[in-house]
């Protein structure tokens, strides 16, 4: 069972952040591009092989690669590439006969176009337009010769190993591993990538990613940005991360593991706080408790209705004595459901704190969040009493505050009730209330 969680689980975090969603963050940032004189040639001529390989299924014969002298077609567009850059809105550091660095605030598509534009205009003068008709498909073929290729550690990869952790740090599943000798060994083999990164946000709101220094890239040809290729490329670090989350899943037992609740005790709790509710409603019923010696299983809880049989006043001490049970049952569960709620509220609450809801700043309305009581509401359902420091916060409270500081996204209620649910979703509650008291 724990394997087939581990997979899924590791099948959806794979799914959101992929490679797409990493480059995206990724291409909002400042980056340092460096182009070199050589490594521009070999991507033009791997450009142009791309054309000749696609117009031979079509049968149309181009110059041999061997007889265009590609050096002095760089050479020519060297200037007229820096000039694209400026005005493409980039900012050139260096330009040399050798290098051109050059400084993006963020990725813009058209500047890459422009750069790539060189290749298309030598070539269409080098065959003339009768052959070189410069449609779709062919300045296509030319383009995917030249690739941006990030540098050391802000790869495309290092940043989807920092997102991971990230997910796994806000998931309930995952929370053990994020403590265990498996992921200290994941830490101290990336750990320069992963200092490379700041990473925030919730799996509700949405994951963000900045570097702590410039982004690096380099353009060079595409034949040298072959999948698994780098130590930092995601496919070989995804294979050690899966290998590691799986010995820990293997030797844990998720299910019920010693020194925390099991997903299944948690169930087995809330049940017999929700029958503890109805006790009192149920004439002679009798609570039962009993455990097995399997490490794994969990206590089972039993009703049973007595005989009319029983004299009066037995039934009348049964009913007491099944009174004081239900009582300290229920007491029993929802203190332990209070506690696992509120051991993680605080963090939960701050990590939701972002625009338009309330914000982070002092980390003091977080730190005032606490849940106080557990109630069976009349139709049977669980409600989980809340406070937090009305002094001033409760300014921002839809009913109790006045615009404009009182809105329903900055609303103290919402943003706890959705912190809450985020915790309580792997308690096993089912469906359940929250208020404020």
Known sequence: MAKADTKEHLKQMIKVLNDEFARGQLDKQRQIVTLEFNNTVEAWKEGYSNLIKAQVKKGVSF??????NWEKGVRDAWPLIANSIKKSKGTVREFTPSIIVFTETKTTK?????????????????LGTSKFTAAEDEVSALKNGIHRLHKENTSVGSARLALSMKWMSKTRFFK???SSKEATQIQDKYGDLLATWKTKGTKRGGFKISPKESIKLSLAAASTNKRGDEPEDFSNIYRELKKSITKWARNAEIA???????IKDNAVNMTEFVVAGHLGKVKNAKVKKKTTNSKRTAKSTS?????KSMSSSRKAKARIAQRKKATATAMSSSLSIL???QKELTQTVRDNMEAPALENRTGRFSESV????????????PSIGYTYDKQPYQVFEMGAGSPPWATP???PRRLIDRSIREIASGLALGRFYTRRV
Not at 116 to 122: E, I, M, R, S, Y
Not at 256 to 261: A, E, M, Y
Not at 303 to 307: D, L, R
Not at 370 to 381: E, H, K
Request: glycine share 8%; hydrophobic share 35%; proline share 2%.
């Open 409 to 411: 996204e900055r609303d």
């Open 110 to 126: 058209s500047m890459y176009k422009n750069i790539k534009g060189h290749l298309v205009d030598f070539v269409q003068k080098e």
């Open 256 to 262: 019920g593991r010693k020194g925390s609740i099991s």
């Open 176 to 178: 053990d591993f994020m």
């Open 303 to 307: 009703i049973s209705i007595a005989g």
């Open 339 to 341: 506690a696992m709620i």
């Open 370 to 381: 606490r849940v106080t009581d557990i109630m069976s509401t009349s139709q049977g359902f």
């Open 63 to 68: 110059k041999p690669s061997k007889d265009i």
